[in-house]
């Protein structure tokens, strides 16, 4: 199985400035099948981002997507007040999906 | 609008079986894969299992594997989880997802329903 590893747990950032959360995967695994969702408290998640980097539909052009092999990179340029919420990468792999267990990025 | 609307999640004693349904609507149904996904309240998310279009692939995370049955029905639109042998450990919100691409293969989640809470608990 390949486990999936966020950094960092918590990010702690201002409105305005640069998000970098990070997806490190145990094993290299195909760029197509890694997404990210964002969820926010009380909500179910949302896609983001898949094939690494192609932003679903109505995503904002903030959030972009990067990476291969077994780093993958989301970075939201300018953080806005909406933003703050828990990012989870997922990757799709042998008839079988794993989660990252989640960054949340909190208002500083 | 894409929907999809979960129910008979409840409680439910350790060893006891329970039947989750959703219903989906504002897409064609029969065109694209589907899966369940749980959360504990608080903690991250697990795929729990997936079913193509025609039922045709189908699979199961290891931790559910032999317990639980996914299945699906195209004439009512509808997407089913049966639970067998259930433990502490299952307690979660079970969430009904739209597989985005359609066809016999699995690809990523969109979108998500709003989740049916299952405690197991004597």
């Known amino acids: 199985e390949v486990v999936l590893t966020q950094s960092p747990g918590t990010l702690s950032l201002s409105p305005g400035e640069r998000a970098t959360l990070s997806c490190r995967a145990s094993q290299s695994i195909s760029g197509s099948y890694l997404t990210w969702y964002q969820q926010k408290p009380g909500q179910a998640p949302r896609l983001l981002i898949y094939?690494?980097?192609s932003r679903a539909t109505g995503i904002p052009d903030r959030f972009s997507g990067s990476g291969s092999g077994t780093d993958f990179t989301l970075t939201i340029s300018r953080l806005e007040p909406e933003d703050f919420a828990v990012y989870y990468c997922?990757?799709?792999?042998?008839?079988?999906?794993?989660f990252g267990q989640g960054t949340k990025l909190e208002i500083k | 609008e894409v929907q999809l609307v979960e129910s008979g999640g409840g409680l439910v004693q350790p060893g006891r079986s329970l039947r989750l349904s959703c219903a989906a609507s504002g897409f064609s149904f029969d065109d694209f894969a589907m899966h369940w996904v749980r959360q504990v309240p608080g903690k991250g998310l697990e795929w729990v299992s997936g079913?193509?279009?025609?039922?045709?692939?189908?699979a199961y995370a290891d931790s559910v594997k032999g317990r639980f049955t996914i299945s699906r029905d195209n004439a009512k639109n509808s997407l089913y989880l049966q639970m067998n042998s259930l433990r502490p450990e299952d307690t979660a919100l079970y969430y009904c997802?739209?597989?985005?691409?359609?066809?016999?293969?699995?690809?990523?989640?969109?979108?998500w329903g709003q989740g049916t809470l299952v405690t197991v608990s004597s």
């Open positions: 079913i193509s279009w025609n039922s045709g692939n189908i």
């Open positions: 997922q990757q799709y792999g042998s008839s079988s999906y794993t």
């Open positions: 094939g690494a980097s």
């Open positions: 997802v739209k597989d985005f691409q359609g066809g016999s293969h699995f690809s990523w989640f969109d979108p």
